[in-house]
């Protein structure tokens, strides 16, 4: 006997129809290019959505068609999120920080038949376009008829402005009801381990882990929130603010480009920002600046953080010198991206330096995502927070084929996502990442973990960012490398960041050598590239041992 209750397919145009009757006066506040802020509210979004929609339409787009997008955190970036999947076409959002060959081989191998733009990507598209293989037939710039620069572009590919087309078009399109299933949203892996393959999010997955994303455990957004994404929306769907918020009825306060800590401080004290998420680059550079300057974050209560390995150094300092709570998550493309979650909590009678421990992992799983530990050979390993092994994830949002590949060909024979990290969980549920396969350092058989060296080496004075690498050695196989950039006016002592190792890791852990750098790589999602430094320092002890 079924039960005999409503049925109505999970579409994300819903979260819109929903933010725009019931919060309707909640604001969108973005940071344009030419630095002006534009606000708006979601009623006036929505109206906005369903003009593109018809403007869409008008150029020819049908359901199941790509459209893709290349722009920072705006209100239209927004009206791009709703309005293209809202008619039951495919929001594919590309990553500007990825090269023009890349990018053409997105465009191409999505089929995308339009480019929505930032006027700030010209030169990008430019040199993207000379590549295509063909497929694209227009570049709209999002900007108005004043602002739109030249951009030269092959024949067969036209070049038009947003605001002119939003002008022409009417506001009584309709949001379509289809089958939950269908693709909404296409977001590529940036690629770091080889060509970028897309993850193809369908209306159902993205609204379960909108659910999922507001649950207090988790992002547990409000009205009254004031939502900064500092996480591109071309970085896994701005990891669901878009969606979250306004379902939620909390206000969002879109950053644009700049995401440098000066102007994240500005922003969020003037738009009194109440919660944000981004990566941990970003937030150690907001905390440099803040020790640097003396400004406070007036509103800020938490920053969630994600994407990479959040140093214990940063929570703490956070907690301590701002009163800011800092929630770690772990999630990739793959997984919408929420996988585990870090909720702060106080445990009775555990001290300082275990709280802090335990807070630094990446979190138990959310309702709606399962996660195991295997061995090399697929079997289960325990939940002793010792044992580390591959990551593998099941559930309603994690992906199980990459977009053009066969159905079910990313999972394993009994239906497990593998993450490409290897972690630990302990017995009460708390996954810890301890490196990406890739990344892990493997000295005489024994496996060491680099994102713990590197928390180490954050937490000493005068260290602004670290890396450890597994450099080649003769006698070892690897060895880590430690590479650090010094805080602005001060000098590091190799000698003495290696001592302060002492009793924090096994001796055979601590790093053979340092490498002081001005800067480090980071890939097209913010994280350090350690990619990069590999090609750059993997012989660096082969080479020393044989100046020596
Ligand atoms: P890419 O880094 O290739 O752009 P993703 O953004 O999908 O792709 O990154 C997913 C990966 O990022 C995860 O598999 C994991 O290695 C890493 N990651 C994400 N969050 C965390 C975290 N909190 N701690 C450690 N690693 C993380």
């Known amino acids: 006997m079924f039960g005999l209750m409503q049925e109505h397919p999970l579409l994300v145009a819903s979260i819109i129809q929903h933010a725009a009757r019931?919060?309707?006066?909640?604001?969108?506040?973005?940071?344009?290019?030419?630095?002006?802020?534009h606000r708006t509210t979601y009623a006036a979004m929505e109206r906005r959505a369903r003009r593109l929609a018809r403007v869409l339409q008008g150029l020819g787009i049908r359901p199941h068609d790509r459209v893709a997008t290349l722009a920072w955190n705006s209100f239209r970036h927004m009206e791009l999120y709703y309005g293209i999947s809202g008619m039951g076409a495919i929001c594919h959002t590309v990553n500007p920080r990825l090269s023009p060959d890349d990018v053409a081989y997105i465009l191409d191998h999505a089929?995308?038949?339009?480019?929505?733009?930032?006027?700030?990507?010209?030169?990008?598209?430019?040199?993207?376009?000379?590549?295509?293989?063909?497929?694209?037939r227009a570049v709209v710039l999002l900007a108005t008829p004043e602002q739109m620069p030249p951009l030269a572009l092959p024949p067969g590919i036209a070049v038009l402005c947003y605001e002119t087309l939003m002008e022409a078009a009417d506001e009584t399109f309709v949001w379509p009801h289809f089958?939950?299933?269908?693709?909404?949203?296409?977001?590529?892996?940036?690629?770091?381990?080889?060509?970028?393959?897309?993850?193809?999010?369908?209306?159902?997955?993205?609204m379960l882990h909108t659910m999922a994303e507001n649950a207090a455990a988790v992002f547990g957004l409000r009205p009254g929130d004031r939502v900064m994404p500092v996480v591109p929306m071309f970085h896994v769907n701005g990891w669901g603010s878009a969606y979250a918020a306004p379902s939620m009825g909390a206000a969002l306060v879109m950053p644009g480009r700049h995401l440098d800590g000066a102007?994240?401080?500005?922003?969020?004290?003037?738009?009194?920002?109440?919660?944000?998420?981004?990566?941990?680059?970003?937030?150690?550079?907001?905390?440099?600046?803040?020790?640097?300057?003396?400004?406070?974050?007036?509103?800020?209560?938490?920053?969630?953080?994600?994407?990479?390995?959040?140093?214990?150094?940063?929570?703490?300092?956070?907690?301590?010198?701002?009163?800011?709570?800092?929630?770690?998550?772990?999630?990739?493309?793959?997984?919408?991206?929420?996988?585990?979650?870090?909720?702060?909590?106080?445990?009775?009678?555990?001290?300082?330096?275990?709280?802090?421990r335990r807070k630094a992992r990446q979190g138990r799983a959310i309702f709606g995502l399962d996660m195991r530990i295997v061995d090399d050979e697929g079997r289960e390993l325990p939940w002793?927070?010792?044992?580390?092994?591959?990551?593998?994830?099941?559930?309603?949002?994690?992906?199980?084929?990459?977009?053009g590949d066969a159905p079910g060909s990313a999972?394993?024979?009994?239906?497990?996502?593998t993450c490409g990290d290897v972690a630990t969980i302990s017995p009460d549920g708390n996954m810890e990442i301890t490196d990406r396969s890739k990344d892990v350092i493997k000295s005489g058989g024994e496996w060491i973990s680099s994102i713990l060296l590197e928390n180490i080496a954050v937490a000493q004075p005068g260290v602004a960012e670290a890396a450890v690498i597994a450099a080649a050695h003769p006698k070892w196989d690897e060895r880590p490398l430690l590479i650090v950039v010094p805080r602005a006016g001060t000098e590091i002592d190799p000698a003495a960041l290696l001592a302060g190792y002492r009793g924090q890791v096994p001796n055979y852990w601590i790093p053979d050598a340092v490498v002081m750098l001005e800067e480090l790589p980071h890939s097209a999602t913010?994280?350090?590239?350690?990619?990069?430094?590999?090609?750059?320092f993997r012989d660096y002890l082969l080479t020393r041992a044989a100046d020596d």
Not at 526 to 536: M, N, T, Y
């Open 111 to 136: 089929g995308d038949a339009l480019l929505f733009a930032d006027t700030s990507f010209t030169a990008l598209i430019e040199a993207a376009a000379a590549k295509l293989a063909g497929g694209l």
């Open 384 to 403: 002793d927070g010792v044992t580390s092994g591959n990551l593998q994830v099941r559930g309603h949002w994690v992906c199980s084929a990459y977009y």
């Open 411 to 417: 999972l394993t024979g009994d239906g497990w996502f």
């Open 22 to 37: 019931h919060h309707g006066q909640t604001e969108i506040v973005s940071r344009l290019l030419d630095g002006a802020t």
């Open 179 to 206: 089958d939950e299933r269908t693709a909404a949203n296409l977001c590529y892996t940036s690629g770091t381990t080889g060509r970028p393959k897309g993850v193809l999010y369908s209306h159902r997955s993205i």
């Open 263 to 356: 102007s994240v401080t500005r922003l969020m004290n003037e738009e009194r920002v109440t919660v944000s998420a981004g990566v941990p680059t970003v937030w150690l550079g907001l905390l440099a600046h803040l020790r640097a300057s003396g400004e406070r974050l007036a509103t800020v209560r938490r920053l969630i953080i994600g994407g990479s390995a959040c140093p214990p150094a940063l929570i703490e300092a956070f907690d301590r010198e701002y009163g800011i709570t800092v929630e770690h998550a772990w999630g990739m493309t793959e997984t919408s991206p929420l996988g585990t979650f870090n909720t702060p909590i106080d445990l009775a009678g555990e001290d300082a330096a275990a709280a802090l």
């Open 526 to 536: 913010g994280k350090i590239s350690k990619l990069d430094l590999r090609r750059r």
